[in-house]
């Protein structure tokens, strides 16, 4: 279980995605395939940190390949993207969930939703404001330094 949901496995998170993909009009691709797998069996991964995957695990992809199917994936929901310092990361978008990011050594970990409800909660509770947290398209960064850190903990 996570989050009150039962955890899926990469094969069925795969699956799920590819859906989302066809019901969306979109094509089902061998590109588009390997690096959804590359992101099922990954937290978060630069464009480049993917390619490096696909390439270890012989696959033929040129890195601007990688950077059109992330952008495809992005556009139908499958895909969301964290920023990292001046990179973008990305992993699959198959259940809303937020992020912390450390701003020192770029590490990026799940907050499960629960952990930022009282704040959607009052963003919304004036009436005046929604967020698109429910779907797949949004969530929540919060960055700062881990306790953990190599740099040295958090001040």
């Given at each position: 279980?996570?989050?009150?949901?039962?955890?899926?496995?990469?094969?069925?998170?795969?699956?799920?995605?590819?859906?989302?993909?066809?019901?969306?009009?979109?094509?089902?691709?061998?590109?588009?395939?390997?690096?959804?797998?590359?992101?099922?069996?990954?937290?978060?991964?630069?464009?480049?940190?993917?390619?490096?995957?696909?390439?270890?695990?012989?696959?033929?992809?040129?890195?601007?390949?990688v950077h059109r199917v992330l952008n495809?994936?992005?556009?139908?929901?499958?895909?969301?993207?964290?920023?990292?310092?001046?990179?973008?990361?990305?992993?699959?978008?198959?259940?809303?969930?937020?992020?912390?990011?450390?701003?020192?050594?770029?590490?990026?970990?799940?907050?499960?939703?629960?952990?930022?409800?009282?704040?959607?909660?009052?963003?919304?509770?004036?009436?005046?404001?929604?967020?698109?947290?429910?779907?797949?398209?949004?969530?929540?960064?919060?960055?700062?330094?881990?306790?953990?850190?190599?740099?040295?903990?958090?001040?």
């Amino acid at each position: 279980m996570h989050d009150g949901r039962v955890m899926r496995t990469a094969d069925e998170r795969i699956a799920a995605a590819l859906t989302v993909i066809r019901t969306a009009g979109g094509r089902v691709t061998s590109a588009r395939g390997a690096v959804l797998r590359v992101l099922a069996a990954a937290a978060h991964l630069s464009a480049a940190g993917v390619h490096a995957r696909l390439a270890a695990g012989g696959l033929p992809a040129d890195l601007s390949t990688v950077h059109r199917v992330l952008n495809a994936l992005t556009d139908v929901g499958v895909v969301h993207v964290v920023p990292v310092g001046g990179t973008l990361t990305y992993g699959l978008a198959d259940r809303p969930h937020h992020h912390t990011v450390c701003r020192r050594c770029g590490t990026v970990r799940q907050l499960p939703p629960p952990a930022v409800a009282a704040v959607i909660e009052a963003a919304t509770a004036s009436g005046t404001f929604t967020t698109d947290l429910e779907g797949h398209d949004g969530g929540v960064v919060v960055y700062g330094a881990c306790t953990t850190c190599p740099d040295g903990p958090a001040r």
